[in-house]
């Protein structure tokens, strides 16, 4: 996996928003991570950490009042610089598929879900013709695990979890190289959670045009489906990105390495079911050290300076590594 090219390259990514009264609120600061051909890199945090703040800035859909510094470069293109034309015809949808967060908003309230899939999908792919049209669609739907009988429904005749699914499907109809899911398993039960990450994951193997695979950025606070498809896990906090780990050491041994992240696993409920203590802070007003001091069991003097992401992980006094923790095992 580490051998293969970038598929997306995020270097010192930053994102501001401009407040009256000029305050400012720092919703992503210096992020930088790659995505490969053929993984799956799963971005995790709380709500509010500035995960679809990044997902909007790689997809030029921020609002008017952010500022970007940094770049993200997909191929050649850097998405952040890339002009609106260019976003709209070769980005969304053909470069970078989207499943979006709030999948009512992205489908279109006037239409059924199978008229939007065959507009896509002669948009995107080169079916043509009535029938071939009608077939893409419905494999695209039965992708996703989206009913065929409710395809010709409106939208808003859609519980969540089923418009979520349309909005899925949608986002695979184009065979974009860069798969980009924002809470895709929101409002889904477990096995409808599993049946989509799966199919993502099987989307991410199966595409390329040389079989090399596409990638697949999926933001998302629900750490099983994480576990479940991820090979590699980024974990933002009050948006900075402070460990970037191999999904397995991660989720299993040693597990994670800052002190933000093993509180994020320490609170699930099949493990120690022990939540993180207090609240993020606001972006608007971050300290001058570590953002997590104030919640963080292993905080010293040291973390009112702002610790650097040195290697993998950003924190003064991290867990010990694998081989830390192997070396310790082999000498006690
Ligand atoms: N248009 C905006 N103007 C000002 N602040 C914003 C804007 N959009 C998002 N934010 C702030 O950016 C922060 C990160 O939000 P978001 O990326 O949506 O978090 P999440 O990690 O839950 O996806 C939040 O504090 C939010 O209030
Ligand atoms: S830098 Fe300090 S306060 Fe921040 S996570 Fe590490 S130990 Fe905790
Ligand atoms: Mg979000």
Redesign the pocket.
């Known amino acids: 996996m580490t051998g293969r090219a970038p598929v997306l390259s995020v270097r010192g990514l930053s994102v501001r928003f401009l407040m009256p009264g000029g305050r400012r609120v720092a919703a992503v600061t210096d992020a930088h991570f790659e995505v490969r051909a053929g993984e799956c890199l799963a971005l995790i945090g709380e709500s509010g950490c500035g995960k679809s703040v990044l997902a909007s800035a790689l997809l030029g859909l921020l609002p008017g009042n952010a500022q970007t510094a940094g770049s993200a470069l997909l191929g050649d293109l850097d998405l952040l610089t890339a002009d609106e034309r260019t976003l709209s015809r070769t980005v969304r949808g053909r470069l970078v598929g989207l499943v979006p967060q709030s999948p009512a908003a992205h489908l279109t309230p006037v239409r059924t879900i199978r008229s939007q899939l065959q507009e896509t999908v002669a948009a995107l792919t080169p079916a043509r013709g009535r029938a071939a049209l009608r077939a893409a669609a419905e494999a695209a739907a039965e992708r996703a695990a989206f009913p065929a009988d409710h395809l010709d429904h409106h939208p808003h005749e859609l519980s969540g979890g089923l418009a979520q699914r349309a909005a899925t499907a949608l986002a695979l109809v184009g065979d974009a190289p860069l798969l980009l899911a924002d809470e895709p398993t929101t409002g889904l039960d477990r096995d409808l959670v599993d049946r989509t990450v799966d199919e993502l994951r099987r989307h991410v193997d199966s595409g390329g045009d040389g079989g090399e695979g596409r990638a697949l950025l999926m933001i998302t606070h629900d750490l099983a489906a994480a576990e479940r498809i991820a090979d590699r896990v980024a974990v933002m906090y009050a948006g900075r990105i402070?460990e970037l780990a191999e999904a397995a050491a991660f989720f299993g041994a040693p597990g994670p390495r800052?002190?933000?992240s093993r509180g994020l696993l320490d609170a699930l409920p099949d493990r120690a079911f022990t939540p993180i203590p207090g609240l993020p802070p606001e972006l608007g007003a971050l300290p001058d050290?570590?953002?997590?001091?104030a919640?963080?069991?292993?905080?010293?003097d040291?973390?009112a300076v702002l610790?650097p992401l040195t290697g993998t992980v950003?924190?003064?006094?991290?867990h010990a590594a694998l081989t830390e923790a192997a070396d310790r095992a082999r000498t006690a």
């Open positions: 402070v800052h002190p933000y050290g570590c953002a997590f001091a919640r963080c069991d292993r905080a010293t040291t973390c610790p950003a924190c003064h006094h991290p």
